[in-house]
């Protein structure tokens, strides 16, 4: 990710715009909302904290608790010192700006904390057009001014860990330094980062390209300059640094200085070769340079590295590394260097990168003179640990795994680029995984051989990708599909799920659906490493809302999850794998046969109504089947996207009502409704751009569900709502609220007006409620807390569903418990008597329990008040050696229920 050269002069003046410089713009903004003040949202995430790679945790030098965090394609994020949350900095970034939500740099001003600087862009190759771009804020990241740049940057690209590339002069903090990609080389800022130039007198852009015949650009990038440190007892304040150090992408010449202030510069005598530097860290009271280097860029890979010392006084390197590169035991690269200011011999390290068992860090008390691991070998393949881990901010990252010793779950971490310790508080400390940020308020505890506690310290990051949304009408208001952590089924939206999908695991699930009259009914297909898991399959399906899953069979030559729909009634599946045809499977997919007259790749859905109807689309045709995607017929639609991402999802209890959204920038973009089945598609006028279309709760005094959709609407792109059928429009976020990139998916829900899903592509699944939503006309559950006036019991008004899905010896049961009396139950108990034979194994979205023949189930803190109307859907999974049968009746706080099966 970046290059330059010549010595002996320095920057570029900076006065006016010219080629190689520049110079400060004005963020794009997009237009005003409008927006009704009763049409105002409230916005959140739907908590699951963390979920991507966190290269970077920045502290500042001077001001206690005054921490940053940046991700790859997820924005910047401050941490609250009040309450621990990271709070996100960079959703205003727009639809048209998605690849600045990448980060490659972040710098904080020692001088002026309030000033924080963010270099910005996720890719260099031709995966965007847009160059990279330097976001400066005055007030902590509240707003921001930008200044693009004449180059691209790549906050997602290999390297992306090393750093940091951006710096800030700790004594004349108008000037700023940033390593450029691409063989751009390093570029200087003298007026807080409005105006940029490249600095001419550096000689080295780096020749480090991981994969030179990459034909994607993606791996065949000059890494570049990574990393710029300064001596700050070289300056004095208001005057520039004159010891500055930098990095570079290139093992024979990785670590250049300047004394000058950037005047001039040298690659450092004696230096270190063989690997790249992928951190240098300077300890200014004692005039040593600390340096981690690997072979590769990472931040996936590392199998060789050293760590070096350099003494500043007298030119010394000494190699200090705990196990150096040419020990046989060395199968690593380091990275993740950090100083204990407040100690400053003390110094760790991570390893850069081993996988397994797992990452190991390394600390020294005496200036790597002699090291200690965090975790050491006891009598394979057992490990004797220092620390305990403590998952409970987000209990799924132990993967749902139960690896054999020496692996352990959960992973003390992976792609451990960023290891901290707190400027002012040696005990502190945070680092970065693959998927979340860890840390400990014990640090110390280690130099007294103590055991000290590592958790979880993501909480207000959230960085999925998000593939796919549903809502279904009752269970659980939310399941989602998930880039590299598969997905979860979220029963509290304000709590985060316990485990992602298991029975199989997906790294992506890319596709999801219910049977929407048999909701319980839910099926996933994703991508996963089938060279490692040759056995599994890339569809799974649930009976009980996605709480549990099996996997069903495959087709041969599958290679990829692609799409799945489920019939209405839930009887069967129609999917469209990557690497093979379009299938059906009556059943759970135990055995597909290929269907007739769709291509392969369609995308397809379900009608919500007609369970023998399924539809596909594919290369500007729509496909209709009749007989349950046993065979399809191409409809005569015309005027559809053939080119472009398509989207399309037909409506709840409308038989053959279908919304189609997608296209092409510079061809046929749009919004298309079809009332018919697919025959004929409208244009919805005004719609000039749409990338994806959801349903939700109708409006009070309407009769259609109200439609959801990312889209560009009479100029104004943004996430708009219809509450008449797409008559007309209302954009229903603003310009503080955009996310980046929306396309994937969207949904309403079902039980609650107003309130829609978004996906975003690194911001994790946010959602917005109606700051002042409308009063209810009765028309079902709105997903809120009782209004009062409840008891602690039902009256008799209580109405049970009770079903199951049973199998050789045992069963799933799904029970449906609805309040249908005239006042609210305040903590609700079920109770009933299992025929005889029959045992209560484990249940979900209750506490379950069972004495006798009678189980017992309790409302959890989420679901324990049931407002009149609503309902609340459990299970459990039972053993059954005589087959089953349903109870015979059922009471609910002592009153007994209607219902049974």
């Not at 916005?43 to 608790?65: A, H, K, L, S, Y």
């Not at 087709?555 to 069967?572: C, I, K």
């Not at 429009?729 to 949904?747: L, S």
């Amino acid at each position: 990710m970046r290059r330059a050269l010549t010595i002996g002069f320095a920057a570029l003046t900076l006065l006016a715009p010219s080629a190689g410089a520049a110079q400060a713009v004005s963020a794009p903004a997009a237009a005003p909302a409008e927006q009704a003040a009763d049409t105002a949202y409230d916005w959140r995430n739907v908590e699951i904290v963390g979920g991507g790679f966190v290269p970077g945790i920045v502290f500042n030098q001077t001001e206690p608790d005054l921490v940053y965090a940046r991700t790859d394609i997820g924005g910047a994020y401050r941490m609250n010192p009040d309450t621990g949350r990271w709070i996100p900095l960079l959703d205003h970034i727009g639809w048209d700006d998605w690849n600045l939500t990448g980060i490659v740099s972040l710098a904080t001003d020692p001088v002026d904390p309030d000033r924080v600087y963010v270099a910005a862009g996720n890719y260099t190759n031709d995966w965007t057009s847009q160059n990279g771009a330097v976001l400066r804020s005055a007030d902590r990241g509240e707003t921001w001014e930008r200044t693009d740049l004449p180059f691209k940057l790549g906050g997602n690209m290999p390297g992306r860990g090393m750093g940091e590339r951006l710096a800030v002069d700790p004594n004349d903090n108008s000037v700023l330094y940033l390593g450029a990609p691409s063989g751009h080389g390093l570029w200087k800022s003298t007026d807080h980062g409005e105006t940029w130039a490249e600095v001419t007198a550096f000689p080295n852009p780096g020749d480090y390209v991981q994969d030179p015949n990459d034909e994607s650009g993606y791996l065949s990038d000059n890494q570049g300059v990574v990393w710029v440190t300064f001596d700050p007892t070289t300056g004095t304040d208001g005057g520039a640094t004159q010891d500055v150090y930098v990095g570079v992408a290139d093992k024979d010449n990785t670590v250049y200085r300047s004394t000058d202030g950037g005047e001039s510069w040298e690659a450092i005598p004696g230096r270190p070769t063989g690997h790249l530097a992928h951190k240098g860290v300077l300890d200014h009271e004692n005039g040593i340079l600390y340096i981690a280097t690997s072979d590769t860029g990472g931040p996936y890979d590392g199998g060789s590295g050293d760590v070096w010392k350099y003494d500043t006084a007298t030119g010394e390197w000494t190699r200090i590394s705990p196990v150096p590169s040419d020990h046989e035991d060395n199968n690593y690269g380091y990275s993740g260097l950090t100083i204990d200011r407040q100690n400053p011999g003390t110094i760790m390290v991570a390893t850069q990168i081993s996988w397994w068992p797992d990452v190991i860090f390394f600390r020294s008390t005496d200036g790597g003179e002699s090291w200690t691991r965090i975790w050491d070998w006891g009598a394979y393949p057992e490990r004797t640990e220092r620390y305990e881990m403590d998952v409970s901010g987000a209990p799924w990252l132990t993967f749902g795994q139960n690896p054999a010793p020496p692996e352990s779950t959960p992973k003390l971490g992976w792609m451990t680029e960023s290891l901290e310790i707190d400027p002012f508080d040696s005990d502190r400390m945070m680092y970065g995984t693959g998927a979340t940020v860890y840390g400990t308020d014990e640090l110390t505890d280690w130099d007294r051989d103590e055991t000290f506690t590592i958790e979880v310290m993501a909480q207000g990051i959230e960085e999925t990708a998000v593939l796919d949304l549903v809502s279904p009408p009752e269970g659980a208001p939310l399941i989602s599909g998930l880039g590299d952590i598969g997905g979860f089924r979220h029963d509290d939206l304000d709590t985060v799920p316990d485990m992602m999908f298991t029975g199989p695991g997906f790294d992506s699930t890319t596709s999801l659906d219910y049977a929407e009259s048999d909701p319980g009914v839910v099926v996933r297909a994703g991508d996963f490493d089938k060279s490692a898991r040759p056995d599994d399959s890339s569809v799974a399906f649930s009976t009980d809302g996605g709480s549990n899953w099996f996997q069903g069979g495959e087709p041969e030559g599958v290679t990829g999850g692609g799409t799945v729909a489920a019939a209405a009634d839930g009887s069967r599946f129609v999917w469209s794998p990557e690497g093979t045809a379009v299938h059906h499977s009556v059943g759970f997919g135990t055995t597909w046969t290929p269907s007739e007259g769709i291509p392969a790749g369609a995308v397809v859905e379900s009608d919500r109504v007609n369970p023998d109807v399924f539809y596909g689309f594919a290369g500007g045709t729509f496909y209709l089947s009749t007989d349950g995607g046993a065979h399809f017929t191409a409809t005569e639609a015309g005027g559809l996207p053939a080119e472009g991402d398509v989207r399309f999802k037909a409506v709840p209890g409308l038989e053959g009502e279908i919304w189609l959204a997608g296209g092409a920038e510079g061809g046929t973009y749009g919004l298309w409704r079809s009332t018919d089945s697919g025959a004929g598609f409208t244009r919805v006028e005004g719609v000039e751009e749409a990338d994806s279309i959801g349903f939700g709760k109708a409006a009070p005094g309407q009769d259609y569900m109200a439609l959801y959709t990312s889209a560009q609407i009479d100029g104004v792109r943004g996430i708009h709502r219809s509450d008449d059928a797409g008559a007309s429009w209302v954009r229903v976020n603003d310009d503080q609220h955009q996310w980046g990139w929306t396309g994937a998916a969207i949904t309403g829900d079902p039980r609650v007006y107003g309130r829609v899903y978004v996906a975003t592509n690194g911001r994790g699944v946010v959602y917005g409620d109606l700051t002042n939503p409308p009063t209810d006309d009765g028309g079902g559950d709105d997903g809120g807390g009782d209004d009062g006036g409840g008891d602690d019991g039902a009256d008799g008004s209580c109405r049970v569903d009770y079903a199951t899905q049973d199998w050789s010896g045992g069963f799933t049961a799904t029970v449906g418990v609805t309040n249908t009396g005239d006042t609210a139950v305040e903590g609700w108990s079920l109770e009933f008597d299992l025929p005889a034979g029959q045992r209560l194994e484990h249940g979900w979205s209750a506490e379950w329990s069972q004495s006798g023949s009678t189980v017992t189930a309790t409302g959890m803190a989420w679901n324990a008040d049931l407002r009149p109307g609503a309902s609340v859907e459990i299970g459990f999974n039972g053993s059954a050696p005589d087959g089953t049968s349903p109870p015979s009746s059922f009471t609910l706080n002592g009153a007994t229920c209607s219902g049974g099966e």
